[in-house]
């Protein structure tokens, strides 16, 4: 067969209407592209009949895989073997095993089962049928006018076992050949997505294996780099050359790989040199703290910090002098250096930040909304302060204050 097409298809009206979030799909897809799979759609489909016929349909005419999640249960809306079944035509029988364990469940629990729980003993004439070993609906692979059907639970602790022992070997035989794809994201923080595509242009007109993909998100930017081959070994190779490509270019931006968060990276700059931070912050409210405590072993270098959010608590807890708060105000250059150099005093740290600004959506001594200064000050007299105007609502302003933090001390620290 060569390497096929796949797409995954979830049902269920909870999906749609947002109640919960559809991470089987990218469970699943993380699993076929381990073993080489590529997945060309997702889509989700409501509890309808006609429309998760009219889904079935699409997917036969463009996919060689189609994996569909949900609707197997034993109410009226679960409608997934129907809408196959309208599809197919293919007859469906009881399954024996299947129909004997749900009763036996109810003899256990001594609760009388209603004729709809037959339901999911349903199954296939000619499917592979696929034992549920944690829940009632088994799954199924069903063969059909060459293309493969994978009918799996919604539930992902039913669902994640079935691919894991079932449809992953049952797919790699279809395949003919092994591929593997491997992926890696490097993540970038103080470039935007345009000027980093920019920079990186030469290289990306010359994509192929792997290719390269820009992703903006919320803390910065990340590239994504995909590998295809026969090996592990070889697909890791082709991705080590690329990152090297890339962060010849780029790498003063990049702060760390896949997971990695600039915090964390913090953490581990603070810990090389053996430094100690404490935070002094105003309109962020401990939010930037709150990022660094949650990482295993952050005691070792945040020595604490002070939500210095009320004026009083400027002058009375922070020493911060009352002449700058009358002269300068408290959303200032002044007020900001002042609060972090104190905050390093107060806790003896080798550094101290401070977040002072104007979070909105009223001005604040004739600050506008989105006025942010931010400062650092070290144990041996370097210091900066910078002032920065952000976009966004309330929430907005302050999760970018945090980020940008972040972003000062690793630049700062990495030298």
């Known amino acids: 067969m060569g390497q096929i097409k796949s797409e995954i298809i979830a049902v269920g009206t909870e999906l749609l209407l947002g109640q919960i979030a559809n991470t089987n799909a990218q469970w699943i897809s993380q699993q076929l592209a381990l073993s080489g799979i590529d997945v060309y759609y997702h889509s989700v489909v409501g509890d309808n009949l006609t429309r998760v016929y009219e889904q079935f349909l699409q997917a036969s005419k463009r996919s060689d895989v189609i994996i569909v999640t949900g609707g197997l249960g034993p109410t009226d809306d679960d409608l997934t073997r129907e809408a196959f079944q309208r599809l197919t035509k293919l007859e469906m029988v009881e399954h024996k095993a299947s129909m004997e364990k749900i009763a036996s469940f109810f003899r256990k629990q001594q609760n009388k089962m209603t004729p709809n729980n037959k339901k999911q003993a349903r199954t296939f004439a000619g499917a592979e049928v696929i034992k549920n070993n944690v829940g009632m609906a088994p799954g199924m692979i069903v063969t059909h006018q060459g293309k493969t059907w994978v009918f799996l639970p919604g539930v992902p602790k039913e669902m994640k076992p079935m691919v894991t022992n079932h449809v992953l070997p049952a797919l790699t035989k279809r395949t003919g050949e092994f591929s593997i794809i491997r992926s890696t994201m490097l993540q970038f923080i103080g470039i935007g997505e345009s000027r980093l595509e920019h920079e990186l242009k030469p290289i990306i007109d010359q994509q192929s294996n792997p290719t390269i993909a820009p992703l903006a ?131 003896d740290s080798t550094v101290g930040i401070s977040f002072t600004g104007v979070a909105g959506p009223d001005t604040i001594e004739g600050q506008q909304a989105g006025t942010v200064y931010i400062a650092i000050v070290t144990k041996n007299g370097n210091e900066q302060a910078e002032k920065f105007t952000f976009a966004g609502d309330r929430a907005a302003v302050r999760r970018k204050a945090v980020i940008k933090g972040y972003e000062i001390l690793f630049n700062y620290l990495k030298l």
């Not at 964390?264 to 703290?289: H, N, P």
Request: aromatic letters at 6%; glycine letters at 8%; proline letters at 1%.
């Open 217 to 347: 998100q919320d803390n910065g930017v990340a590239i994504r780099i995909t590998a295809k081959a026969d090996t592990s070994k070889k697909a890791e190779q082709l991705i080590q050359q690329t990152k090297t490509q890339i962060l010849d270019g780029v790498g003063q931006y990049c702060y760390g790989v896949d997971n990695e968060t600039l915090e964390e990276k913090v953490f581990q700059l603070l810990k090389e040199k053996d430094w100690t931070l404490a935070a002094a912050e105003s309109l962020t409210g401990g939010m930037f703290s709150d990022k660094l405590v949650a990482i295993a072993g952050a005691s070792a270098v945040f020595s604490g910090g002070i939500v210095c959010y009320d004026t009083k608590v400027k002058e009375n807890v922070l020493h911060i002098s009352p002449a700058t708060i009358r002269e300068k105000g408290t959303v200032s250059e002044a007020c900001a250096l002042e609060m972090a150099a104190n905050v390093r005093k107060l806790l």
